[in-house]
């Protein structure tokens, strides 16, 4: 009977992988082994595993640990088998996504992340301030076409890793264009990169460069991509790109031209996997902004 059971839990595991929906359960067992089922009820003992409104199977409460919602994710990872034939072809591809963030305090860069409007930036992009508008480009049939969203909400900052988390809320349902993001495994030194942000305020601004080094201690900013793709103050945030189109980076601070040229630094993609997965950990509360560090403007380091 154990052994029937075990194969069942197994098939039911293997299954439930295939397909996660914002309503599904996680549901832990004592063995070790997890569930998923779109809903679960508990009555007389017995917890009630639901798929499609019908019962699926039943498990002894004393056998469950516990259930909790699954988390959607909020990002896609890299998809594209091939890397796009040119820079220009690539940034084609994912500049519809790369977004302008402004707030009374001045303006940065930023991409979008999920197709409900999630925005990735830099923390002190958006430092001190909560009144911040995101314009996104779209391509019309002949011009440019600029959306300025002015209802934005900071959901999430981590001030250490310099990232921060936005979403727009628009007046009507929107379907945002997406970048996906990449790992920072698949960097190697002398790798072509790309950059897409708003220097000084120049909107779309692409540059190219290598990876001169995949991970750098950069003294206090810590794990670090160095490249050598040109980025100016207001490029903070946005995304550094490999030629799959992937961000493998998020810009954050560059030396003064007078001090050094072609040393640009950005914050690994692994790291902003890490925060966009733990996001309800760096919640941002603007009625108690415990904020431990201040980030200078990447212009003047």
Not at 28 to 47: F, M, P, W, Y
Not at 60 to 86: D, H, I, N
Request: hydrophobic letters at 45%; proline letters at 6%; aromatic letters at 6%.
């Amino acid at each position: 009977m154990k052994t029937r059971l075990k194969k069942l839990l197994s098939c039911l595991v293997a299954i439930s992988a295939c397909a996660v929906s914002a309503e599904e359960k996680l549901v832990i067992l004592k063995n070790g082994d997890t569930l998923r089922a779109q809903s679960v009820e508990q009555a007389d003992g017995i917890v009630t595993l639901k798929s499609g409104g019908k019962a699926f199977l039943e498990i002894p409460k004393q056998q469950v640990v516990r259930w909790l919602p699954v988390e959607p994710t909020l990002f896609e990872g890299p998809a594209r088998a091939k890397p796009f034939p040119s820079v220009s072809a690539a940034a084609r591809a994912v500049e519809p996504a790369c977004v302008l963030i402004r707030h009374p305090g001045g303006s940065g860069s930023g991409f979008l992340v999920s197709k409900e409007g999630l925005v990735v930036t830099n923390a002190h992009v958006i430092d001190g301030s909560t009144q911040i508008e995101v314009t996104v480009f779209t391509k019309g049939a002949d011009t440019l076409e600029r959306k300025v969203y002015k209802k934005v909400e900071i959901l999430a900052t981590a001030q250490l890793d310099d990232l921060a988390l936005l979403r727009i809320m628009p007046d009507k349902p929107v379907t945002f264009p997406i970048v996906r993001l990449g790992v920072s495994e698949s960097l190697n030194v002398g790798d072509a990169v790309f950059a897409i942000g708003n220097p000084l305020g120049l909107e779309r601004t692409v540059t190219t460069g290598i990876v001169s080094l995949a991970l750098r201690n950069a003294q206090r900013w810590g794990l670090s991509v160095q490249h050598t793709a040109p980025i100016s103050s207001g490029n903070s945030g946005g995304a550094l790109f490999n030629q799959h189109g992937e961000v493998v980076g998020i810009n954050t601070f560059v030396y003064r031209p007078q001090v050094a040229e072609n040393l640009g630094f950005a914050r690994p993609v692994n790291v902003l996997r890490e925060f966009l997965n733990a996001n309800s950990a760096f919640a941002f509360d603007p009625s108690t902004q415990n904020n431990g560090v201040i980030y200078h403007s990447p212009a003047k380091q």
